[in-house]
């Protein structure tokens, strides 16, 4: 199967303390988008009074819990059942001009020894315009992208995203791992940006 992914491998992560490691990224890494300086928001988006990144950090292909403080991250819990990884395996982010620092607590794994990704990119298939029509996209895993709230109401950039495009098959494939929309069907952003949040 072929995998297509929104992100990158990490492993230059640096120990801070039993099971706490932090990265930093030059802001070049990033090119243009900058998940961890990014948050989702858009029409009847509700952040609860915090920040919600687009970026997000995956173990072994497990996306850890963003948290809205340092502290939390360091006084987190293993909270693991059976395989999968529990709500205590969480992250927390800070960037400036020139650098993003990115913490995790990964409590017993060595997350330079374990598969550590950042997504990075927004989308995985996302046509630069409408009237690129009748695409199929099939047998594909398609995961890891730092996608946007998609209000019906806004431009819908999902993981997969027709961009207004008619005719397409999606099928037959396994998506997984998206900050927020998998698929997305419509709409372009001619015809309003989020109206109601303006």
């Known amino acids: 199967i072929v995998e297509i992914k929104g992100s990158e491998v990490i492993s230059s992560w640096e120990k801070v303390e039993k099971g706490i490691w932090k990265v930093k990224i030059p802001n070049t890494f990033f090119g243009d988008y900058n998940p961890y300086v990014d948050s989702i928001n858009g029409d ?61 607590n990964f409590h017993g794994f060595n997350p330079n020894k374990e598969l550590a990704e950042i997504n990075v990119r927004k989308t995985c298939i996302y046509p630069s315009k409408p009237g690129i029509n009748y695409i199929t996209i099939s047998g594909f ?37 998206s900050r927020c929309s998998g698929i997305t069907l419509g709409k372009e952003k001619s015809t309003g940006h989020n109206v109601w949040l303006a």
Request: overall charge negative.
């Open 141 to 177: 895993e398609i995961s890891q992208a730092a996608t946007q709230w998609a209000a019906p109401t806004a431009e819908q950039i999902g993981m997969i995203a027709t961009h207004w495009n008619k005719g397409w098959i999606i099928e037959n494939n396994k998506i997984h791992n």
């Open 44 to 104: 009847w988006f509700n952040n609860w009074g915090r920040i919600h990144h687009t970026g997000d950090v995956f173990l072994n292909g497990e996306s850890l819990f963003e948290k809205e403080e340092l502290d939390l991250v360091l006084s987190s819990t293993d909270t693991r059942n059976n395989e999968k990884l529990g709500s205590g395996y969480t992250w927390y982010c800070e960037s400036d001009g020139e650098s993003t620092i990115i913490w995790a």
